[in-house]
């Protein structure tokens, strides 16, 4: 069993900055892909960045240019540095893990809240 473990999120103000980091723990599992998910209130989930094992990256376009996903391999973890943040980054952000076709694990969850 694979366990994700999200850390980093919390209130700032529109401009700010957050970064938000998910370690990845368990026996006998091998990363295809990790990356960051997000949900707000009345919303569909979404996927907002992705950084595959050979280290290409995906990010959503709404995203890009202000937010930068980045591993640390040795730790199995995986970062999601978030610049630039606006009112409509608000959300709760879901680590994911992909270890195969139809094998994939979450996190809990972290709440992610830009206001003035």
């Known amino acids: 069993q694979v366990q994700l473990v999200e850390s980093g999120g919390g209130l700032v103000r529109p401009g700010g900055s957050l970064r938000l980091s998910c370690v990845a723990s368990?026996?006998?599992?091998?990363?295809?892909?990790m990356g960051w998910y997000r949900q707000a209130p009345g919303k569909q989930r979404e996927l907002v960045a992705r950084?595959?094992?050979?280290?290409?990256?995906y990010y959503l376009d709404s995203v890009k240019g202000r937010f930068t996903i980045s591993r640390d391999n040795a730790k199995n973890t995986v970062y999601l540095q978030m610049d630039s943040l606006e009112p409509e980054d608000t959300a709760v952000y879901y680590c994911?893990?992909?270890?195969?076709?139809?094998?994939?694990?979450w996190g809990q969850g972290t709440q992610v809240s830009v206001s003035s």
């Open positions: 994911n893990l992909v270890t195969g076709p139809g094998y994939e694990y």
């Open positions: 950084i595959f094992s050979g280290g290409g990256t």
């Open positions: 368990g026996r006998d599992f091998s990363i295809y892909a």
